[in-house]
């Protein structure tokens, strides 16, 4: 399973961006897919995940209300829309996948079986 985030860039805040997850496979259908980030000196933390059956998504409280998670499975493609961007975003984005028994919505990077490389997402002030 290859993965490859992209779209990163720099915003200023209170504008949006959206980030893009290609991916190698043919079928996600038993995959839970994530978004996380991570900023200097900080560990890597959750921001939201989407059950690619069902289309069910989880978010961060920092996050909620403000990105939104999807899927395109034509496309094998997920995405990240982030909108009222605020400074304390800035971090390298990755996004990853799993596949998980019960619950689907884990948090933890240690979860998460793959990774793409990261995208940076900087927000001036």
């Known amino acids: 399973v290859q993965l490859q985030a992209s779209g990163g860039g720099l915003a200023q805040a209170g504008g949006s961006l959206r980030l893009t997850c290609a991916t190698s496979?043919?079928?996600?259908?038993?995959?839970?897919m994530g978004w996380f980030r991570q900023s200097p000196g900080k560990e890597r933390e959750f921001a939201a995940s989407?059950?690619?059956?069902?289309?069910?998504?989880y978010y961060a409280d920092s996050v909620k209300g403000r990105f939104i998670i999807s899927r395109d499975s034509a496309k094998n493609t997920v995405y990240l829309q982030m909108n009222s961007l605020k400074p304390e975003d800035t971090a390298v984005y990755f996004c990853?996948?799993?596949?998980?028994?019960?619950?689907?919505?884990?948090?933890?990077?240690?979860?998460?079986?793959?990774w793409g490389q990261g995208t940076l997402v900087t927000v001036s002030s």
């Open positions: 496979e043919g079928t996600f259908s038993g995959h839970t």
């Open positions: 989407i059950r690619w059956s069902g289309g069910d998504t």
């Open positions: 990853a996948a799993g596949v998980f028994v019960g619950d689907w919505y884990k948090t933890g990077p240690q979860d998460y079986a793959y």
